[in-house]
């Protein structure tokens, strides 16, 4: 594995590696890493356009499917841009708040558009017109995880108020399937606001282990298709409690 890049801003670090070898796969891959060793996005170098992680193919899957027409997404957290370049010809407005991330993404990960806004996405967000996007897409992490004033209640209601009536809210987050007080607790919250809600994983090889988990909030039923999910199954997840700005985070 070779580092290619490292770049600090405040206390988190993100590097850029290149390696032979990704989750298994042979072959010849780049990668940006958090310091926590947590990969934000990675790329292979001999096919540029497939997408290397699941849980983009699956957020992909569930977008086309249940609105195969949308053109307007709103994006909280870059990483190296895997969702927003495979759609170079849709809306997208993405927030990311760290710069740093933003010029590797365009240095080292091909990515050439003009759609990302460097700021907090929760007031990004709130700048936006009322029910302007067909989907929102909560993917943002620091060191600690997803930031606590993106999974409120108070943060669900601003996006349902900028979602259309047909739109979705989709979170990537990484927990536990079971006695995960704080997945529960999303799970919980999400339910308050939007009338339907679904919850995906990927396996993992015990069953206490940390994997992403991908929760989708709609005001209509929300369909998929299995084989299409790139290894996330439905789960279900025990009642938490609602998350509130006002809480100690």
């Known amino acids: 594995m070779q580092l290619l890049r490292k770049a600090i801003n ?9 390696t032979n070898q990704l ?3 042979t072959g010849k891959f780049r990668f940006l890493q958090f310091s926590d060793y947590a990969i934000q996005g990675a790329i292979d170098l001999k096919e540029p356009k497939r997408i290397v992680l699941e849980y983009p ?47 590797l993404s365009k240095t080292y990960f091909h990515y050439h558009m003009n759609n990302v806004r460097v700021g907090d996405g929760r007031f990004l967000l709130d700048e936006q017109e ?3 996007f067909d989907y929102i897409i909560l993917d943002a992490f620091t060191e600690a995880g997803t930031p606590y004033h993106l999974m ?20 990537n987050v ?12 999303v799970y919980a919250t999400l339910k308050e606001v939007f009338m339907h809600v679904k919850a995906f994983s990927l ?23 299995s084989m299409a999910m790139a290894g996330f199954f439905e ?10 700005d006002k809480q100690d985070a």
């Open 10 to 18: 405040g206390a988190q670090e993100v590097s850029v590696y290149e």
């Open 23 to 25: 989750y298994g796969e």
């Open 57 to 103: 193919r699956a957020i992909i899957h569930l977008m086309e499917r249940n609105d195969p027409a949308f053109n307007n997404v709103f994006m909280i957290g870059h990483g190296v841009g895997t969702i927003p370049g495979h759609y170079p010809n849709k809306r997208f407005v993405v927030a990311e708040i760290d710069e740093a991330v933003v010029e």
């Open 130 to 132: 009322q029910s302007s």
């Open 152 to 171: 409120t209640l108070e943060f669900m209601e601003l996006a349902e108020a900028k979602l259309d009536a047909r739109g979705m809210l989709l979170l």
């Open 174 to 185: 990484t927990g536990k399937l079971k006695n995960d007080t704080l997945i529960d607790a």
């Open 203 to 225: 396996k993992a090889e015990h069953h206490a282990d940390a994997r992403n988990i991908i929760l989708a909030g709609s005001n209509r039923p929300i369909a998929y298709e």
């Open 235 to 244: 789960i279900g997840l025990d009642e938490g409690y609602v998350m509130r």
